[in-house]
């Protein structure tokens, strides 16, 4: 699905990413861990296609595309999903509208028709029910004034109905009561098949009790310093980051 | 005789010269305010970027690089001309050249509208021309009284509301360049209410410099909700200059729509006169190429207990430029004064410019006004947002630029106006 090779990247003069080494298979679930400031969302950003950072040195293969040379937006036609830590508020387009061009529009990528608009609603209404987000919501201009929780839960909506082959969700549980989190892990298992993949960026085990990764990553100062099952988030939960920092602290 | 005794400027003497022997003697304006007007031109000439309210905006450079010598070779237009610019539901008039053309405007009896020329005035109706556009307070208004053609008058008389909306369309038309001297003076008296479209275009390949003059007046407990709708073309010099006065309860709104025009200068100046009467303008612009769209307000609060409303947006391209000054008046008897001021803007290119100017002056202590204004290029966190769903680049940026332009297209209430702004806004992004 997608290998992500020595990739590094800065703003500015400084380097965030210092040699990331993934791999994720169609079928598999990752989790990524780490401490404030490591570089997760960094991660997230730089595979997204966000130009505030310059990648420096590396290579990123998604099902066998250069992924570093595609677009923002032909990296979503192509089947990445990223669900933001940080989803912004757009006022003045509805999340239908907004919804309908991007479906469209990824369609169009593929040579598809323009979905009719009476099956883009049958597809609203499922997917909405799925993540049980209010059916205002949806006609709602994008997050403009949702709660927290409630943008989260938009962001895996937005999943839901673009379908990706690759999603990454960045702290897609922070902010979340426990009925919300249970719903939208939920909601995620349910969008997970053989053909698809899932990175979770997560600080809490709880998150990976609803959804159990395959894998779990510890990402330490812009590099994954152990990797392992689901038991080393465990672990973490735990132990903390004490001994990761003591024996990965780099002199910057 | 020449106008300009002593020279003040060359250009308004030039004008002046040839405006005067190209065009029939004004009759209908009254005489003082001719003299008045000429004294004003002859001392002031016509602004250039060293008159304050004229500093990103020099008509006198225009009028010399574009208008050096003005043929007054104007058109006659048929009613194919007119008909792709009707709006259905709306009782259509059409002024050309600044003439009111009777022949070319939909004949309706609607009870309690009058609708005339102005050299068709009674002596009462006479008397209110020029009462609110003084001679002596701006040289595009003098120059528009010194040479008025034979405009519009429009009257809603008292207790009347007209069920649709009135639609003057002013075109103008000239085989070779020309100046049009439009004017129109619209009455709606006390508790009556009316909906009102303007809308200036500009047909065939010469260029119009083109200076309007409107005066409103709004009754006591009347309504007047009046739309601008601004659509001149690449070939396009234009003043418009809107002088309304707005009495005891009342209520006056208008919304400039600008969507092309090389040079846009508008002037909305309100006076609210008497006490719990309200005032609301807005407007929208987009502009390309090196065009410039100006728009000037002015809001004079001289008694209690009112409310204005000023929202006002822009979105430029490539070289144009823009510019919002909004002057918010509150004398001392207008006390209990709500005003609020606004303006938005989007430089799309890194050769835009958009200048804004809030200026208050607060003579009265109990009041509440505000104002803002903002100017900054497309949110990229958003462009970031959207494209991140799989929406391309162009089709991002405009549903961001519809998005900042909606609310207000959506305060155009007649349907296949906001349809026409809305499909002329796209085209246009
Ligand atoms: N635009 C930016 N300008 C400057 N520094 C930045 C920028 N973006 C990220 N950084 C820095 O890069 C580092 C990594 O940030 P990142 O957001 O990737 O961390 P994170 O692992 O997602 O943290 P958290 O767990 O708090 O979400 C931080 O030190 C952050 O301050
Ligand atoms: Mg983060």
Same mark, same amino acid.
């Given at each position: 699905m997608i290998s992500i090779k020595n990739l590094h990247a800065s703003i500015g003069d400084k380097e965030i990413l210092r040699g990331i080494n993934l791999e994720v298979k169609a079928g598999e679930i990752h989790a990524i861990m780490g401490p404030n400031g490591s570089g997760k969302s960094t991660l997230s950003s730089v595979l997204a296609g966000r130009e505030d950072y310059d990648v420096t040195e590396g290579e990123v293969t998604f099902? @066998?595309?250069n992924l570093l040379?595609?677009?923002t937006?032909?990296r979503a036609?192509?089947g990445l999903f990223l669900a933001f830590q940080y989803p ?7 999340? *239908? ?8 529009? *990824? ?45 989260k839960?938009?962001e895996i909506?937005?999943m839901?109905?673009?379908?990706p082959k690759l999603a990454i969700l960045d702290e897609t549980d922070s902010g979340l009561?426990?009925?919300?989190l249970?719903?939208v892990a939920? @909601?995620v298992?349910?969008?997970k098949?053989?053909?698809n993949a899932t990175i979770v960026i997560t600080h809490y085990q709880r998150l990976l009790d609803y959804i159990v990764p395959d894998f779990v990553h510890i990402l330490y100062k812009g590099r994954i310093v152990k990797s392992g099952g689901k038991e080393l988030a465990l672990e973490m939960e735990a132990k903390g980051y004490d001994e990761i920092k003591k024996e990965f602290e780099i002199a910057d | ?24 003697? $004004? ?5 003082? +305010? ?17 008159? +304050? ?8 450079? &225009?009028?010399?690089? +574009?208008?050096?010598?003005? =043929? ?23 002024? $050309?050249?600044?003439?009111?053309? =009777? ?16 050299? +068709? ?45 009135? #639609? ?22 006390? !508790? ?28 006591? !407990?009347?309504?007047?909700?009046? #739309? ?10 234009? &003043? ?23 040079? &846009? ?30 728009? #000037?307000?002015?809001?004079? #609060? ?78 990229? =966190?958003?462009?970031f947002?959207?494209?991140a ?41």
């Amino acid at each position: 699905m997608i290998s992500i090779k020595n990739l590094h990247a800065s703003i500015g003069d400084k380097e965030i990413l210092r040699g990331i080494n993934l791999e994720v298979k169609a079928g598999e679930i990752h989790a990524i861990m780490g401490p404030n400031g490591s570089g997760k969302s960094t991660l997230s950003s730089v595979l997204a296609g966000r130009e505030d950072y310059d990648v420096t040195e590396g290579e990123v293969t998604f099902n @066998g595309k250069n992924l570093l040379d595609l677009s923002t937006e032909d990296r979503a036609r192509e089947g990445l999903f990223l669900a933001f830590q940080y989803p912004i508020e757009i006022p003045g387009v509805s999340n *239908i509208n907004f919804l309908r061009t991007a479906l469209n529009e *990824i369609r169009a990528y593929h040579g598809q028709e323009e979905m009719a608009a009476k099956d883009f609603l049958a597809l609203v209404k499922e997917k909405s029910k799925l993540v049980e987000l209010d059916a205002k919501l949806a006609s709602r201009s994008v997050n403009e004034g949702f709660s927290g929780g409630e943008k989260k839960r938009n962001e895996i909506f937005q999943m839901a109905m673009l379908n990706p082959k690759l999603a990454i969700l960045d702290e897609t549980d922070s902010g979340l009561d426990i009925d919300a989190l249970r719903i939208v892990a939920t @909601g995620v298992n349910k969008l997970k098949s053989k053909d698809n993949a899932t990175i979770v960026i997560t600080h809490y085990q709880r998150l990976l009790d609803y959804i159990v990764p395959d894998f779990v990553h510890i990402l330490y100062k812009g590099r994954i310093v152990k990797s392992g099952g689901k038991e080393l988030a465990l672990e973490m939960e735990a132990k903390g980051y004490d001994e990761i920092k003591k024996e990965f602290e780099i002199a910057d | 005789m020449s106008l300009v005794a002593d020279n003040k400027s060359a250009v308004t003497q030039t004008l002046l010269d040839q405006l005067q022997s190209k065009s029939s003697k $004004v009759a209908f304006m009254p005489d003082a +305010e001719i003299i008045s007007a000429i004294r004003y031109l002859e001392d002031k000439g016509i602004p250039n970027n060293k008159h +304050e309210d004229y500093k990103y905006c020099n008509i006198e450079a &225009v009028l010399r690089k +574009e208008f050096k010598s003005v =043929e007054q070779a104007f058109n006659e237009l048929t009613n194919s001309d007119i008909a792709p610019l009707k709006i259905d539901e709306a009782i259509n008039l059409v002024v $050309v050249n600044g003439v009111y053309s =009777e022949e070319l405007s939909e004949k309706m009896i609607v009870k309690g509208l009058t609708v005339k020329s102005l050299n +068709e005035l009674s002596s009462t109706e006479k008397a209110l021309l020029c009462s609110q556009a003084k001679s002596d307070t701006d040289a595009l208004i003098a120059l528009n009284t010194t040479f008025s053609a034979n405009g519009l008058f429009l009257q809603i008389d008292k207790n009347n509301i007209i069920p649709m909306p009135l #639609h003057v369309i002013y075109v103008n038309s000239g085989s070779a360049n020309i100046v049009t001297n439009t004017r129109s003076f619209i009455n709606v008296q006390a !508790n009556a209410q009316a909906t009102l479209i303007e809308s200036f275009y500009n047909i065939g390949s010469a260029k119009v410099f083109s200076n309007f003059v409107g005066e409103k007046f709004v009754g006591e !407990n009347a309504k007047l909700t009046c #739309h601008t709708f601004q659509n001149e073309g690449a070939l396009s010099y234009s &003043v418009n200059t809107n002088q309304v006065k707005i009495n005891k309860y009342s209520n006056y709104s208008n919304t400039t729509m600008t969507l092309s025009g090389e040079l &846009v200068r508008n002037n909305h100046n309100v006076v609210l006169a008497d006490s719990n009467c309200e005032a609301h303008l807005n407007g929208l612009f987009i502009s390309s190429g090196t065009q410039q769209i100006d728009n #000037h307000t002015l809001i004079d #609060h001289q008694m209690p207990h009112c409310e204005s409303n000023e929202l006002y947006k822009g979105i430029a391209k490539d070289k144009s430029a823009g510019t919002f000054n909004g002057k918010i008046f509150v004398r001392k008897d207008a006390q209990k004064t709500n005003a609020y001021q606004s303006s938005k803007n989007i430089l799309m290119s890194d050769d835009a410019t958009i200048n804004t100017k809030p200026q208050l002056e607060i003579y009265a202590d109990d009041v509440k006004c505000s104002h803002g204004t903002s100017t900054g290029k497309i949110d990229t =966190e958003a462009l970031f947002y959207l494209k991140a769903r799989g929406i391309g680049e162009e089709s991002a940026r405009k549903l961001l630029l519809q998005a900042f332009a909606q609310e207000l297209i959506d305060k155009i209430e007649i349907p296949s106006l906001q349809e026409r702004v809305l499909h002329l806004f796209e085209k246009a992004l």
